[in-house]
């Protein structure tokens, strides 16, 4: 079953400038994260029926058109169970139907099966059809995904990856940069990075550091010009989950590593 791709130019943090918007089916079709309204995703809805529009998650760089869409389509609108007040908050639409992990949106290509992958955003889900999961902000084919706080969860971003990587799919459709052809592969790497970012995170603890900046300075050893706000929420999500493992303890102020038992 195939999916295609609109790169639509929006803005976002992400390098690439612009979020994917990925369209199945032509008779029933269904639009997952329209960002923006653009030429490129008009084009490829113009030869199609749409009749449902659902989002990965509702940041501002993939939820930007929703209304937009749905307005012009009447097309029937999903969002993920427990957070319909979020996204109505985020795209000015109320949710037609909502979704849970295993709920199948139909199309006239076959039905799209939601998957719950958590940590970037806390209503991160994917959408899978024949072995292509349309992976949104949980993967990338090289860098990194931004896991921060307050709404990043690293512990649930690990383990959306490690389910991801034991449903072993063919091919991720991510909404930022190319297509991944080796998702397994991707998978590992991402989280060995991220648990790389940890051990540095502890480090930094044991070293001394125990306000939020002076781990942030000691957990990167790179220039941090333009994204350190980004690393910032980044290690603080981090002491997150060092502390709710009982690893750290960090009081909003500051850390310290828990002596052993």
């Not at 706080?149 to 930022?176: F, K, M, Q, W």
Request: charge should be negative; glycine fraction near 6%.
């Amino acid at each position: 079953m195939d999916w295609q791709r609109a790169d639509v130019p929006v803005p976002t943090r992400a390098p690439t400038g612009s979020t994917a918007a990925y369209v199945c089916g032509d008779e029933a079709a269904l639009l997952v994260d329209p960002a923006d309204t653009d030429d490129a995703l008009d084009s490829l809805l113009s030869d199609r029926t749409l009749a449902h529009i659902a989002l990965t998650h509702s940041h501002p760089d993939h939820a930007g058109a929703v209304a937009h869409y749905a307005r012009e389509t009447n097309a029937t609108v999903w969002a993920r169970r427990g957070r319909a007040a979020a996204f109505e908050a985020a795209t000015g639409v109320t949710p037609d139907k909502l979704f849970s992990e295993g709920t199948t949106i139909p199309t006239d290509a076959g039905p799209v099966t939601i998957l719950d992958t958590p940590g970037h955003a806390p209503e991160h889900v994917a959408f899978e059809t024949d072995g292509t999961v349309v992976s949104g902000d949980l993967a990338v084919a090289e860098g990194s995904v931004v896991v921060g706080a307050p709404e990043g969860d690293v512990r649930a971003y690990l383990s959306s990856l490690r389910r991801l990587h034991a449903r072993n799919p063919d091919a991720l459709l991510p909404s930022h940069g190319p297509r991944i052809e080796s998702p397994r592969e991707t998978c590992a790497r991402l989280i060995n990075h991220r648990l790389e970012r940890e051990r540095r995170v502890r480090a930094a603890v044991n070293d001394g550091a125990d306000t939020l900046d002076e781990i942030l300075d000691a957990a990167y050893e790179k220039d941090l010009t333009g994204v350190r706000d980004l690393a910032r929420a980044t290690v603080l999500a981090h002491l997150e989950k060092l502390a709710a493992e009982g690893t750290v303890s960090w009081d909003g102020e500051r850390a310290a590593l828990h002596p052993a038992e």
